[in-house]
């Protein structure tokens, strides 16, 4: 009886054939292969091959802050380097969707989302300006050094001084709106360890957008983060401007696989009559969508104590 307790539960993770190849998302190099990372440790055929940022060091890279905001909520100065395998600042980089670093910061509570591209000086020294509210903030650094074609992201920690209110996550929800007027409409579902289809609608004034501007090399640029570690995901749209199949929207469609079960904060950034704007979603990621997202997972009640 025990046995098929447990056997049960396993056997979610166990079922799925073994994925094939993620077809290689068009329009960009670098990040798109996926290719076996040993610290994958997880059972489920293709997971967690790109959840990253969890880590200040990794592969002999280390993202190194030199200077941040010394006030909460006035424009600092944020400088950092990635130092390379033998700790010289790395100064050359493959560019990734279009740019050759990509910087990411958000509050851990989730909010204040910023998606940045700093200037480096020539010593490797990035910099950028930024206003950041009180709290601990993680940074996100997402780059390919030179000489390696998939990129990586680096994440560390840093801290701004003031009294922190922190945000409660945002309940579930399929549509976001703009301060000026746009709503974003989201479809699919996050299935752990699949590809999974998502796709993004915007529309403003309740008209739908189809003059979309490329941005980043894509209609749209989407970074899903983990709620309770900030694990980073990156997710590939599927078409790019000028293929001759990928429209300027409404929809912007992606394929996100995340690593495990559990909700997600989705940032989708769009570029629509110059200004690029930012649709927040928290989305909750099931093995079975249709389940209630929240169930607890069924411990075996055994009376086996594993521990002391
Ligand atoms: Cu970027």
Known sequence: MLALVVGGGVGAVAGPTPAPAPEAPTGTAGSAAAPPRPEDGGGTP???TDAGGLAVSEDGYTLDVTDTP???DRPGELAFRILG????????????HDKPLHLIVVRRDQSGFQHLHPVMD????WRTTTALAPGDHRVFADFAPDGRTEAMTLGRDIAV?????PVPLPPPSTVATTPDGYTVTLTGALVPGTASPVTLSVARDGAPVTDLQPYLAAYGHLVALRTGDLAYLHVHPTGSPGDGRTAAGPAIEFVAEVPSAGPYRLYLDFAHRGVVRTAEFTVVAAADPGAPAGAPTTHAESGAPHGH
């Open 46 to 48: 293709g997971a967690a």
């Open 70 to 72: 010394d006030r909460a």
């Open 85 to 96: 395998p033998g700790g010289a600042p790395v100064t050359a980089f493959t560019p990734t």
């Open 122 to 125: 020539p010593d490797g020294t």
């Open 161 to 165: 001084a003031g009294a922190y209110g």
